[in-house]
């Protein structure tokens, strides 16, 4: 007999992860979308943390001569050092938690647990592995910043979503360090509810903080920050959806 109950709880939540995905999927271009179309708030943004000098008489007419001063801050500098080790740490330990289930539960190692660990890893993989870094990076040609002609650097600037520029490898849209970023903001989902406050709280400072620095030193526009970051809410709810509608339900005698 099946358990229908169970199967009730497992439809709603579905339901639910579902309409999470559909939202932040819609808000995710609907975003885009605004700043594709006012370009206005990437440059007004890179404006504000960029410091322009007076150019020499050996530096080109047309150039924009300054520097984004905070790239080169010490603090900053260290804070970026120890953000990118952070998700290398997060996926050690979803790993273990991985192998330590398999040894200790046998053929009954894929508890609730490790399957949302199981999950996480495949998000990162398909999110800021693949779409971000393999795809988008290579091929969006969008300079940065500060290799922009209105930033000091010799390309022109492209607003989000236009593949028109001249970036020709590790271009700026979208941010691969935002990507992981939200990643990590993920991740409390798979906090015991006692580490939501204590653990769950830094974490998402931290995940805020990760694709603010990349526009603070010139690294990214804002646009590819904020564009960067939804983008692995968006996967990370749909490896859930897609997870969960596969599973089978079980049943009884």
């Known amino acids: 007999m099946q358990i229908y109950a169970g199967s009730l709880t497992r439809s709603m939540w579905i339901s639910k992860a579902l309409a999470s995905f559909l939202t932040l999927f819609a808000l995710w271009w609907v975003l885009l979308i605004i700043f594709n179309r006012f370009p206005e708030l990437d440059l007004a943004a890179a404006r504000s943390v960029f410091s322009q000098r007076d150019c020499g008489v050996l530096d080109a007419i047309s ?141 998402a400072v931290i995940s805020i903080s990760i694709p603010t620095l990349r526009v603070l030193t010139g690294a990214h526009y804002l646009s590819d920050a904020v564009l960067g970051w939804l983008s692995s809410l968006v996967i990370f709810a749909g490896v859930l959806v897609v997870a969960e509608t596969m599973r089978q339900p079980r049943e009884v005698a």
């Not at 798979?190 to 406050?197: E, H, K, V």
């Open 63 to 203: 150039k924009t001569c300054g520097a984004f001063q905070l790239d080169k801050n010490p603090f900053f500098m260290a804070a970026r050092t120890v953000f990118l080790a952070l998700p290398y740490i997060a996926i050690a330990i979803l790993l273990g938690l991985i192998v330590m289930s398999r040894r200790r539960l046998g053929k009954d190692w894929k508890t609730p647990e490790v399957k949302m660990s199981l999950a996480a890893l495949v998000s990162l993989a398909m999110g800021c592995g693949v779409l971000v870094n393999l795809i988008l990076k290579s091929f969006s040609g969008r300079p940065r910043p500060r290799n922009t002609l209105l930033f000091g650097g010799n390309l022109d600037f492209v607003q989000a979503g236009s593949f028109a520029g001249k970036c020709l490898k590790n271009c700026s849209f979208i941010s691969g360090e935002a990507s992981s970023a939200g990643w990590l903001f993920c991740l409390i989902l798979l906090l015991p509810a006692r580490w939501r406050l204590p653990v769950g709280l830094p974490l």
